[in-house]
């Protein structure tokens, strides 16, 4: 069976407070983060936004993204942001399946 994993950051705000996670359900995880279902720092912080996120096709790939990522300065993740969505958009809209 093949599944999919990702990486993703969630934020508070245009440059504000920023998360980075891993999951294999994208829309899911999204979801508990936006309506405060994760307990922890996404709710304590108000981290609702999913501002940026990328595809892998194994856990060890997505796991060693996500490390990777952590470690990074705050500034390399504002222009990894910055390099997909410009204007901090809500990307989980699009994410949601609309009525066909």
């Not at 990486?7 to 359900?25: K, Q």
Request: charged share 30%; aromatic share 14%; hydrophobic share 40%.
């Amino acid at each position: 069976m093949d599944r999919t994993y990702f990486v993703y950051m969630m934020a508070s705000c245009r440059n504000g407070t920023l998360y980075v996670g891993m999951t294999n359900d994208l829309l899911r995880r999204a979801y508990e983060h936006r309506e405060g279902l994760a307990p922890g720092f996404t709710a304590k912080y108000g981290l609702k936004l999913l501002v940026w996120f990328e595809q892998y096709e194994t856990a060890h790939a997505a796991i060693s993204a996500e490390k990777r990522i952590k470690r990074w300065r705050r500034r390399w993740k504002l222009e990894l942001i910055e390099k997909l969505n410009p204007r901090w958009e809500d990307l989980y809209p699009g994410l949601v399946p609309g009525p066909a």
